[in-house]
């Protein structure tokens, strides 16, 4: 897995600077949102993270800096998120299990996938690359959950059907975020999670091993 990219503090107390920088990214996705990366300025994210302009380039040196710890925020929930789960189980129970919580980081980090994505066509032509392949170590970690179940004999796909699944998981993920607005006057957050997870696996049921020969699931 890529490395974090070196944003540089000049604070050495690290639970400081984890805590600096949740505030400002807190602060700039709600402007980024709002303003857009352009119009935003380092004094207006000092401004709404709750400190000055002089404390916040203790903790940054660019503005492009707060994309990169967006995204890497997201990453780490993520990664939390789905490391929390036994994957060795490899079972269709455990991949169903990591979909819904990997659902669950997208709702709680709508705002930061939106900005992510907005906002990624701001970053220089030797930043989007990192933010792209966090996206892809994403998918991995989605990716991951399933090759399991196929080592373990719970479903038997292919190496590309493996990845399409696994991007297809990714997407569906986002969905709720970027269509929340119209998916929420129909459905919550569980409802979705149980419709979607019930939709993936209706196209997945015929590459279970038990079932193609002939077994009791």
Known sequence: MENKREVHASVKDERLVEKR?????RGAVSLFKQKGFHRTTTREIAKAAGFSIGTLYEYIR????VLYLVCDSIYEQVRLELEELDIDQGTVDSLKLGIAHYFQVMDRMQDEVLVMY??????????????????????????????RCVE??????DEHQIHMLAQNVFVQ????????WALQ?????QEYI????????AGV?????????????
């Open 21 to 25: 920088r949740d505030q400002m990214i």
């Open 62 to 65: 660019t503005k492009e800096d």
């Open 118 to 147: 907005q906002e990624a066509k701001s970053l220089s032509k030797d930043a989007l690359p990192y933010v792209l392949r966090k996206e892809l170590e994403m998918v991995a970690m989605v990716e991951k959950l399933i090759v």
């Open 152 to 157: 373990t004999g719970e479903l038997e796909l």
């Open 173 to 180: 993920g986002q969905m709720w975020g970027f269509r929340r």
């Open 185 to 189: 006057k129909r459905y919550s957050l």
């Open 194 to 201: 149980d419709l979607q997870v019930e939709l993936l696996f």
């Open 205 to 217: 049921t015929g590459f279970e091993k038990q079932r193609r020969t002939g077994g009791v699931v």
